[in-house]
C-alpha cells in the first residue's frame, strides 16, 4: 500500500514539475521573444537542481520566501479584471456543470488546489535526515519511538494554508479573456498576456511572466522534493535539503533523476498551458485514493494512538474523499462522452 502510494506521487510530481519547467521557459520566452522556450529547458533544470544540491539551507529558504512574492501576480490579475462579484461568490459557493463540449472537466478544478504532494508534507525542505534510527544490541535498526504531539502552528498559518487562498486566483480568471480576433482558446503565455493586455495594459506581459517564473521556481523543489524525500524516509535514506550532498547522496540523486524525466517531458512537444491544465487535472484524479489511504491511517489507533481524528474532522475527511470521488468519476465521463 505505501509503494503503491509512492508510486502515484512520483508519477504525479514529475509530470507537474515537468510542466513547471515548461511554464518557465514560456515566461522567459515572454520577456525575452528571441530566446526560444525549447533551448531553456535544459539550463533550468540543471541551474534548479544544482542550487539546490550545492547551496545551503538557509539560502534556499530565504529565497523560496521572496518567491512566494510572485503568488500575488495571480490575485493582482483578478482584481485588474474588474469581474461582478456577485457572480464569483455565486460560482465560488455554487457548482456549475454544463454538459458541453469544452466546459472544463470537473475533476480538474478541485486537483489545481490539491496536489498529491499535500499528502506527504515533511515538509520534504526541512527534512529530518539527521534523526538517526536507535540501534539494538544486535546493530539491527530498532523501531523508532512514537513522534512528539506537533506544535501548534504560527499565527496566521505557513505554506500549507495560505497556497489554497491563492489558489481561488488562477490566472487567466472567469470569464475567458477574448483574443483580438474573437479566439477565447489560449495556447501559449505570449497569447494569454495578449488577451489580458486590454485589462493591464502593457505589463501584462511582465505579471504573468513573473508568476510563471516565480511560482515554477517554487513549486519544482517541493514537488520533485517530496517524491525524493518520501522515497527515501521509507527506505530509512538520509534525506532533506538541510543535508549536506555528501551525507544524502542517495536522496539528491534521486532528486536529480527526478527532475531529468520532468525534463524530458517537455521535449515531447506538449504545450505548456496545456500541461499545466491537464496536470490539475491528474492531480484530481490521483487525489480521492490519496485521501482514502489518509483517512484509514488516521483513524487507526494502532498508527496514530490518541491523536486520531475526532468524529467532526472523521467526517469532513470522508466528505471531502467523496466530493474529490465524485468529482473524478463526473470527469472521466464527460471526456468519453466528447
Known amino acids: 500500500m505505501l509503494w503503491s502510494a509512492l508510486s502515484l506521487l512520483l508519477i504525479a510530481n514529475i509530470i507537474n514539475a515537468g510542466a513547471d519547467i515548461g511554464a518557465i521557459a514560456a515566461g522567459v520566452h515572454l520577456l525575452a521573444?528571441?530566446?526560444?522556450?525549447?533551448?531553456?529547458?535544459?539550463?533550468?533544470?540543471?541551474?534548479?537542481?544544482a542550487s539546490l544540491i550545492f547551496l545551503s539551507y538557509k539560502t534556499i529558504a530565504n529565497v523560496f520566501k521572496w518567491l512566494t512574492l510572485s503568488l500575488f501576480a495571480y490575485v493582482a490579475?483578478?482584481?485588474?479584471?474588474?469581474?461582478?462579484?456577485?457572480?464569483v461568490l455565486k460560482d465560488?459557493?455554487?457548482?456549475?456543470?454544463?454538459?458541453?463540449?469544452?466546459?472544463?472537466?470537473?475533476?480538474?478544478p478541485p486537483g489545481a488546489p490539491t496536489p498529491p504532494f499535500f499528502f506527504f508534507l515533511g515538509p520534504p525542505l526541512a527534512g529530518r535526515g539527521k534523526k538517526k534510527r536507535r540501534q539494538t544490541k544486535?546493530?539491527?535498526?530498532?523501531r523508532p519511538p512514537p513522534p512528539p504531539p506537533p506544535p501548534p502552528p504560527a499565527r496566521g498559518?505557513?505554506?500549507?494554508?495560505?497556497?489554497?487562498?491563492v489558489a481561488f486566483f488562477p490566472p487567466p480568471p472567469p470569464p475567458p479573456p477574448q483574443l483580438a480576433d474573437g479566439n477565447v482558446h489560449i495556447e501559449s503565455a505570449s497569447q494569454a498576456a495578449k488577451a489580458l493586455e486590454p485589462l493591464?495594459?502593457?505589463?501584462?506581459?511582465?505579471?504573468?511572466?513573473?508568476?510563471?517564473?516565480?511560482?515554477?521556481?517554487?513549486a519544482i523543489p517541493v514537488l520533485i522534493g517530496s517524491s525524493s524525500y518520501a522515497i527515501a524516509e521509507a527506505l530509512g535514506w538520509p534525506c532533506g535539503f538541510s543535508e549536506q550532498w555528501w551525507k544524502a547522496k542517495r536522496f539528491y540523486s534521486l532528486?536529480?533523476?527526478?527532475?531529468?524525466?520532468?525534463?524530458?517531458?517537455?521535449?515531447?512537444?506538449?504545450?505548456?498551458?496545456?500541461?499545466?491544465?491537464w496536470t490539475a487535472i491528474l492531480n484530481g484524479v490521483l487525489a480521492p485514493p490519496l485521501l482514502l489511504l489518509v483517512m484509514l491511517i488516521s483513524q487507526n489507533k494502532k498508527?496514530?494512538?490518541?491523536?486520531?481524528n475526532s468524529p467532526l474532522v472523521s467526517l469532513g475527511g470522508w466528505l471531502a474523499t467523496l466530493v474529490m470521488a465524485i468529482a473524478a468519476v463526473a470527469m472521466a465521463l464527460s471526456l468519453v462522452k466528447h
Open 200 to 218: 493591464l495594459g502593457s505589463g501584462a506581459e511582465i505579471l504573468f511572466a513573473a508568476g510563471f517564473i516565480g511560482t515554477g521556481f517554487l
Open 157 to 165: 498559518g505557513g505554506p500549507g494554508p495560505f497556497s489554497p487562498r
Open 255 to 277: 532528486f536529480a533523476i527526478s527532475a531529468f524525466f520532468a525534463m524530458t517531458f517537455n521535449y515531447l512537444k506538449i504545450n505548456a498551458m496545456d500541461a499545466l491544465y
Open 92 to 108: 465560488t459557493l455554487v457548482p456549475n456543470f454544463a454538459p458541453a463540449r469544452g466546459f472544463p472537466p470537473p475533476g480538474g
Open 303 to 308: 498508527i496514530m494512538g490518541e491523536r486520531i
Open 138 to 142: 544486535k546493530g539491527t535498526p530498532a
Open 33 to 49: 521573444p528571441q530566446i526560444s522556450e525549447i533551448w531553456m529547458i535544459l539550463p533550468i533544470t540543471i541551474v534548479l537542481t
Open 77 to 87: 490579475t483578478a482584481f485588474f479584471c474588474h469581474l461582478d462579484a456577485a457572480i
